[in-house]
């Protein structure tokens, strides 16, 4: 037979005879929450607590097992939180740049000295913002550790082949971005390499990027489990691809380079407005995860006390009271 359930008792009901359900869809013991202490007995387990919003499984996981990693206290999470908003900020700033310079250049306007400096600038503070990957809490296991070195360090020649890029490059053509039928293979390879370098950076700092992620979505009720590094790093293939083309465009004679030259802008400007997005993206999901960072930090200490008695908690013979 199935199992019934009724909505005014705390657990499973089940018929005579048959074997009793391993676990109560509701709490049916004292459980405290691990932020706020409320008593969530008679909540379901996939629900929140009433008080402060955290999630019921997040104070299971908190009490099973206080050494997840996704509950770690921060030493400073006031740093932490900053950084992961900083992080963001400066790509941003330098896709703000590059976009200014390419919109004035299809324009024919002016472009402010600044702005290459711009551009390097945000990359610099976006590794500064990073620098909170290396190491957020207690227990991040080594190789999450020095792949998030590795990210931050690859910052340094990505910032400085955007200076050469644009400060060297860039200024030999009046058009770099529209060729209008000349092929730079310099510039484009020079593109290829720190699309290649980009990609690597996403991928060592996503790791640890993500268990702020899990952190948040047990601690917070905003969800934040999207994909949006690995997006980006696919934005990065459709600009190299268009890199690729460029590059081949060099290589041809004239008729088959101008539709190589073409191509491969029209995948340059698609793959550099996805990109743009991803970073949006990333930034909307820092600003929700900063909060849970903020937060009280959650040990084995603030989830015990005397007349805790949480073992009847799956017992689905009990009944709440």
Known sequence: MSDSFDPTQTAYTHEPGEAAPLL?????????????????RGLSVRGRCPECGMSVRGTILA?????????????????????LLVWPLGALLAAFCIWWLRTAEMFGLHNPEWLPLGVVAGVLASAVGACVLVRPHANIPLDGTLRAVVGVFLYLPLALGLHVLFTRLDPLGATPFMPNGIANPERSGLRLAL????????????????????????????????????????????ISLGDLAQLLASMLGTGAAQ????????????????????????????????????????????????????????????RAG
Do not use: W
């Open 63 to 83: 009490k099973v097992d206080p050494a997840a990693s996704e509950l770690q206290p921060i030493t400073f999470p006031t740093v932490v939180g900053i950084g």
């Open 24 to 40: 109560a869809r509701e709490l049916t013991g004292d459980l405290l929450c691990a932020r706020c202490r409320y008593n969530l």
């Open 195 to 238: 699309c290649l370098i980009l990609a690597v950076v996403l991928a060592c700092l996503r790791p640890n990027a993500r268990l702020f992620v899990h952190r948040s979505m047990l601690l917070r009720s905003g969800r934040v489990d999207r994909q949006t590094m690995l997006a980006m790093v696919g934005a990065l293939g459709v």
């Open 259 to 318: 539709s190589a030259l073409l191509v491969g802008t029209i995948l340059i400007a698609v793959g550099s407005m996805f990109f743009t997005v991803g970073i949006l993206s990333v930034l909307v999901d820092c600003i929700r995860i900063v909060p849970s960072v903020l937060s009280r930090p959650i040990s084995l200490e603030s989830i015990t006390g005397a007349g805790d008695h949480t073992g009847a908690m799956f017992n689905p013979e009990s």
